[in-house]
């Protein structure tokens, strides 16, 4: 359709903010994409904060592929300074799980496994989802350290330029997302 005119693919994000916060952050997307020099489009619930910025972008080129990455994680890092949350409505998945430290302490992400492994003991139901690498030795099992440059607890996250967290490169992340038609990755 329409986007794909623009360019072939994109990624379509799920972050929420505060209401009250809502023209900051659309503000905040806006810096994103021109300090990437990216095109993002902007899809959203403004009633309930919930945005979907829509980073366009052509998967062929490698270095626009990684402004894509970091935009993305910029992008989280940002809604979660003004209060936010990883996702409105979409959830974690795969390719937002290793975010998990920003927003949650390392007892509560053990906590979560607990819980997951008591109700899925053979790790049948979608593994390598929404807690960080379990399958690693990750923060969410085995009490190992949080992403690199990523806090231990809420509403503390990585100042710009900080390192990258595990699968923020591509063929990390992006290699592992869900296709959406038209070339889209979605999380």
Known sequence: ??????????????????????????RQVTEVAREYRLQIGMLAHAGDGNLHPL???????????????????????RALALGGTLSGEHGIGI?????????????????????KAAFDPGGTLNPGKVLPDDRTGG??????APAPGAPAARGVV???????APGDSPGGAAGQGEADQGGGLHS
Request: proline share 8%; glycine share 6%; charged share 30%.
């Open 55 to 77: 980073i366009l972008f052509d998967d062929r080129d490698r270095e626009e592929l990684d402004r894509v990455m970091a935009a993305r994680r910029e992008l989280f890092r």
């Open 95 to 115: 390719l937002k799980k290793e975010f998990m430290p920003w927003l949650f302490e390392q007892g509560a992400l053990q906590a979560m496994a607990a819980i």
């Open 158 to 164: 990585p100042a710009p330029g900080a390192p990258a």
């Open 139 to 144: 923060p969410a099992t085995r009490g190992g």
């Open 1 to 26: 359709g329409a986007i794909a005119r623009l360019r072939p693919c994109y990624d379509l994000e799920d972050a929420t903010v505060p209401r009250n916060r809502l023209t900051e952050m659309l």
